[in-house]
């Protein structure tokens, strides 16, 4: 059953160094949980500040952390606090917010905030996919095509000239780079896509039989969201492994990591409750 959970004792994450980072927005959470009876029993600022882990919570008696950031910083929050017997609220504070939209749908942070702090969130444990890289609670993403994922964060910090610089090499990777395919004998694609679900691991090859299919890729990737460009569904399962003729290229709900030739992935449970308000 999923518990409708109050906040009592929150704290929050945030990012003062992101470029998607608001000050007033920052002082409005804040004052929504004073109104609330709830005020904010710590802000962990990132960089200046680590990220808590599950015994600093506990001893700290928080028991809701805002995670005020992007999609990466929620995973390494709740990969930290593990255990942990509070509930982690993602808000949305970066460029996708893929697991706020999973967790509340495309909502901005004041309505979420103030949907949980009226006790209307409830508590869940979402599928993850994992693996030896770490856990995705979105996505992960393996094979050549992840090279787009460097493109766009140039892109993002750099600039459009600096971006286009490194746009032939990751296309070289999309067109001829060794694909990757599912162990034993299944088809190769430039990117297999892995979702969590309740039923196991989703894996969906990335298309790229067409230039155009090419083209839709990278205008996906560098629009933010991959998963705009053509798929196709392979398989459902508790576990499966990729292989390559090379090492595999990873993101993880936006994160980059590599894995060598042969690597296993399977799904399972959050180890840290969340707070849904969808």
């Not at 015994?55 to 809701?64: N, V």
Request: charged share 20%; net charge negative; with cysteine.
């Amino acid at each position: 059953m999923q518990d409708m959970t109050a906040i009592a004792r929150p704290a929050l994450v945030c990012n003062s160094q992101s470029g998607s980072h608001d000050e007033t927005l920052r002082e409005t959470i804040a004052g929504h949980c004073r109104a609330a009876g709830a005020p904010l029993a710590a802000t962990f600022a990132l960089p200046e500040a680590d990220l808590p882990d599950a015994a600093a919570l506990t001893e700290a008696g928080i028991d809701a952390l805002l995670v005020w950031t992007g999609d990466g910083t929620i995973n390494a929050a709740a990969g930290k606090a593990a255990g942990w017997d509070g509930a982690i609220l993602p808000l949305p504070g970066g460029t996708l917010n893929l697991l706020s939209k999973a967790l509340h749908g495309d909502r901005p942070a004041e309505d979420i905030l103030a949907d949980a702090l009226a006790g209307r969130g409830r508590r869940l444990h979402p599928p993850i996919v994992r693996c030896d890289a770490g856990d995705a609670y979105i996505t992960i993403v393996a094979g050549p095509a992840t090279r787009w994922a460097e493109v766009r964060e140039t892109l993002r910090q750099d600039g459009l000239i600096e971006a286009s610089q490194e746009a032939p090499e990751a296309l070289s990777a999309m067109l001829d780079a060794p694909g990757v395919r599912i162990a034993p004998d299944g088809s190769g694609y430039q990117a297999v896509i892995l979702t969590p679900t309740a039923r196991g691991v989703r894996a969906d090859g990335v298309l790229t039989e067409s230039a155009t299919d090419v083209l839709r890729h990278g205008l996906a990737w560098l629009g933010g969201d991959f998963r705009d460009g053509p798929s196709e569904t392979i398989t459902t399962a508790a576990m499966l492994t990729l292989e390559s003729a090379q090492p595999i290229g990873l993101e993880l709900d936006g994160e980059m990591a590599e894995l060598g030739r042969r690597a296993k992935f399977w799904g399972d449970v959050s180890k840290v409750a969340f707070l849904s308000t969808a």
